[in-house]
């Protein structure tokens, strides 16, 4: 085999396309390529972070520094700035991709990435928040001591910061927006829909709402929905005290409600508890 192996090397590497290669090893040797061209699958990001769960810390490591360029543009886009390695927001973002590695589930339907991303942004966002706070107090002193002119420049930074919070609250949105767009695709779903697809009642939501809620906390429910595309409907009669005719017109309002519950959607479920609680 190693000669076989010599000789398409040096038919290889005289310039021979591998088609005159073949010709001329014979088919013997075809195998024997094979073997050598054969890629290994790669393997999913998720698929890595099941792996790094159970225990692989020489792939944790490779992973953050394979994703370092990721966790650097997600920093920068919360920042609005250049980040360096040196930088104190890049050392956070770094630590909430590494939580993000260990604290996704497959069974939330977003992607690591996906996942990650909303960690790193809060994180980052926290830090900056706390960071402005402090600045605050300095400057609070500072105005005490220093009179007037210290006043002005601390109210014109509590409104700068207050602009910049409400920015990134904004651009938060969004982004939940559009992973929930994602999330909702997969069930045949679309977020411009749910308008219409929503019950026109108030109380009438609530109760789709609850059914929804029993979804989401009953595994083999929850399982079903997932790998079906539908409302275990058997069993939800068994679980509520709703129709199945009510369950079936309310169908798509019921699956989108226990993506939010079920998934990371920090704007989207303080909207249901709102109205759970109310």
């Known amino acids: 085999m190693i000669i076989y192996y010599n000789y398409i090397s040096e038919l290889i590497l005289e310039g021979l396309p591998i088609h005159s290669c073949y010709n001329k090893a014979g088919n ?7 073997l050598l061209f054969l890629r290994q699958k790669k393997q999913t990001l998720e698929e890595t972070a099941l792996s790094i769960q159970a225990g692989d810390v020489k792939l944790l490591n490779s992973t953050i520094h394979k994703y370092k360029p990721f966790v650097k543009k997600t920093v920068s886009s919360v920042c609005k700035r250049y980040i360096d390695d040196s930088d104190d927001e890049f050392s956070i973002g770094l630590i909430a991709f590494n939580d993000a ?4 589930e497959k069974s939330k339907g977003a992607s690591v990435l996906a996942f990650a991303e909303v960690m790193i942004r809060r994180r980052v966002i926290d830090y900056i928040r706390q960071q402005a706070k402090h600045q605050n107090i300095s400057m609070e002193k500072g105005m005490l001591e220093d009179g007037e002119e210290n006043a002005q420049l601390t109210i014109e930074h509590t409104l700068s910061f207050e602009e910049y919070e409400r920015e990134q609250t904004a651009e ?14 997969e069930y045949g779903l679309q977020f411009e829909d749910l308008a219409d697809q929503a019950p026109k009642h108030e109380d009438a939501r609530v109760n789709a709402m609850k059914v929804a ?9 929850l399982q079903y929905l997932q790998e079906k595309k539908r409302l275990p409907m058997k069993q939800l009669q068994q679980k509520v005290e709703v129709s199945r005719k009510t369950i079936e017109r309310n169908r798509k309002y019921i699956i989108a409600i226990v993506i939010i519950m079920i998934g990371d959607y920090i704007f989207l479920k303080d909207y249901i508890k709102g109205r759970l609680n109310g």
């Open 213 to 221: 809620k029993v979804v989401a906390e009953n595994k083999e429910m």
């Open 28 to 34: 013997e040797v075809k195998p024997l390529l094979s």
């Open 172 to 185: 938060a949105r969004r982004e939940e927006i559009m992973y929930y767009s994602l999330a909702l695709a």
């Open 101 to 104: 590695l260990y604290k996704y």
